[in-house]
């Protein structure tokens, strides 16, 4: 005879380590995706729905850079008691690591409406549990989940898709504003599919030169040209132009803004050093735009002026424009990067001023040339009280801090006549010409200069 004792205690200990969460106890993911497909074979049988709630904490990170990752672990032991005793015995629930959860309801309706409702009753119970407040070894914390859910019948989406799907939909919670639960919904699946395949292509873009540069000219009140705003345009080989409203957001969301940013910078200082060679083009100003992501970059500044000496554009041409978002996070460190960049000569103009949310203290302290009224303030100038007097307001603004402003989306003449009569005295928009390639701008520049001599 053989004492087998401590050959199944090792036995039993690896399964623990090898199904079970060290930290909570709970099934793992391997664990997890084996019962989850009994669970669809289960539901292919009965015809009874199943759901998957995928959870996640929010700010967790922040309980454990404040108050260390001991009271991190607390916390998550916490969670998975309270998830235990929220469903019942024969439901599961999973700790995937870090601070997510699956939890896995098996045996709800057949008909999907009426699952939906006893997941959705489920997933609100175990949000409102999870609510209340914690004890963590002496100090009160309060924490709040973001929950996606998605149902299951058979065998109709394999297991990893599931999951995936009460990902996405944990995700879109969190987009509402986190604590609450959000269903999977298809078309959130498709419209993930067609971000990946857009980021896939603005690299590929990028990489085979598909994106060019298209210039709106920006002129005085005599309709001379003084310069022109640098607007990123893609044509792309199958879509066709892509619109900027579609692509650059997911730039700037992928990180691909700041190889797209330096590009621009680039080619706009090569296009300051060509119409240096031309006497009509000589002394205009191009205004680009800057992203904040961009901006924030540490050698941002220094990165301008090592351009501006390998181009050898005149810095005096080159105009920056920020975003009013972009004053929110370091004053400091923006004021530092456009001192050094104003030292030089570029000048700064505040976009779409009025739009956002900043502080009217900060113009005071900030090197500005320029204020740029938005064209959501210019459309309805002659039909909304409000709009006519917050251009009116700008304008007062800008004349009593020194600062230049200039007015986009005139579209009309009436609108134009507004503004010079109010002080107004720089515009761009259609009224004058849509954004164009570089030779037709040129040629726009000539012909404005024969009207002008003629006159």
């Known amino acids: 005879m053989t004492d087998i004792t401590q050959r199944k205690a090792a ?28 669970a669809l074979a289960s539901s292919a049988r009965s015809a009874h729905c199943g759901a998957l709630l995928f959870i996640d904490l929010d700010h967790f990170k922040n309980l454990n850079d404040t108050l260390g990752h001991d009271k991190g672990d607390l ?32 045996g709800l309706d057949e008909f999907h409406d009426i699952a939906a409702s006893q997941a959705t009753a489920v997933g609100e119970k175990i949000i409102a549990k999870l609510n209340w407040p914690y004890q963590l070894a002496g100090h009160e914390f309060h924490s709040t989940p973001s929950m996606g859910l998605t149902l299951f019948n058979g065998h109709e989406v394999e297991v990893e898709d599931l999951l995936k799907q009460a990902d996405l939909a944990m995700y879109q919670a969190k987009g509402a504003g986190r604590n609450g639960l959000r269903f999977y919904d298809p078309q959130m699946q498709a419209a993930v599919t067609k971000r990946a395949e857009l980021e896939a292509d603005i690299r590929q873009g990028i990489l085979f030169g598909q994106f060019v540069l298209f210039f709106q000219p920006q002129v005085d009140k005599s309709g001379c040209v003084i310069g022109a705003e640098a ?26 803004i700041l190889t797209l940013g330096s590009w621009i910078l680039e080619a706009a200082c090569a296009q300051l050093v060509a119409w240096a060679a031309d006497p009509e083009t000589r002394a205009l100003t191009l205004a680009v735009n800057v992203s904040s992501r961009q901006f924030r970059q540490q050698d941002f500044a220094q990165h301008i002026l090592d351009m501006l000496d390998y181009t050898g554009a005149n ?16 004053l400091d460190d923006v004021i530092v990067k456009m001192s050094a960049l104003r030292a030089r000569g570029v000048g700064f103009s505040l976009d779409d001023f009025g739009t956002g949310y900043s502080s009217l203290s900060y113009l005071k302290r900030l090197p500005l040339d320029q204020l740029k009224i938005d064209q959501s303030f210019v459309r309805d100038v002659l039909t909304d009280p409000n709009d006519a007097a917050i251009v009116q307001t700008i304008l007062a603004l800008g004349k009593t801090l ?10 009309t003449g009436e609108q134009r006549d507004f503004l010079v009569a109010n002080g107004c005295n720089s515009y761009q928009g259609y009224l004058y010409s849509r954004p164009v390639p570089a030779d037709e701008f040129l040629r726009y520049v000539h012909a404005v200069s024969v009207r002008k001599d003629a006159a």
Not at 14 to 32: C, E, K, S, V
Not at 241 to 254: G, H, L, Q, R
């Open 11 to 38: 036995e039993d200990q690896i399964r623990q380590l090898a199904f079970y969460d060290p930290l909570t106890g709970l099934p793992n993911r391997r664990m997890l995706i084996d019962r989850l497909r009994h």
């Open 75 to 106: 916390l998550l032991q916490q969670v998975a008691q309270r998830l235990l005793d929220t469903v019942r015995e024969e439901d599961t629930v999973a700790r995937l690591g870090g601070d997510e959860y699956v939890v896995m309801l098996e």
């Open 231 to 256: 607007l990123l345009r893609w044509n792309h080989p199958t879509r066709g132009m892509v619109s900027p409203a579609e692509f650059i957001p997911v730039a700037e969301d992928s990180g691909q």
């Open 315 to 330: 810095p005096h041409c080159l105009k920056l424009e920020l975003t009013e978002s972009l004053l929110a996070d370091n």
């Open 402 to 411: 020194g600062l230049k402003v200039i007015a986009e989306g005139v579209e």
